[in-house]
């Protein structure tokens, strides 16, 4: 489903605005892997409460940005690429909410047990009822200090 989408659906994304595509290659243009950003909001009462209080109450959406995809092609697994690929969008992320536009978040849909295991390895917090992850820019902003 992942490949199917980079091959596919990618640059259609791209071209409507829907989605920023960022590939890893190797120096034959190989993909190894690559993940889409997006721009998105969490409903405030979809967050654990201790998170909700840190808001002001005026919002009722926050905003966020949608880790959509995230893929690793499978002759590659294991050597560390997802995290790769998962620390530059973080830091793309993070870059963005500081200078270009509003984001309170980094937001994941885990798509199996496994990606749900590999997000709440970096902090990821599970948001109740809804299968989705979030991780706080206050929480990525120490890892990319200047």
Known sequence: MLDSYLHRQAGQDMKRHLAAC???EDE????LGYYTLSSSSIPKNHIPLDWQKKYPATYENLPSTLL????????????????TL??????RSLEASRSQI???ALIVDPIDESALKFYHKYGFILIPDSGKMFLPMKTIAPLFRD
């Open 86 to 91: 998962l620390m530059d969008a973080m830091k």
């Open 28 to 31: 034959g243009k190989n993909v």
């Open 22 to 24: 960022f590939v890893l």
């Open 102 to 104: 509003g984001s309170m």
């Open 68 to 83: 959509g995809r995230l893929a690793v092609d499978h002759n590659h697994f294991g050597k560390g690429l997802g995290a």
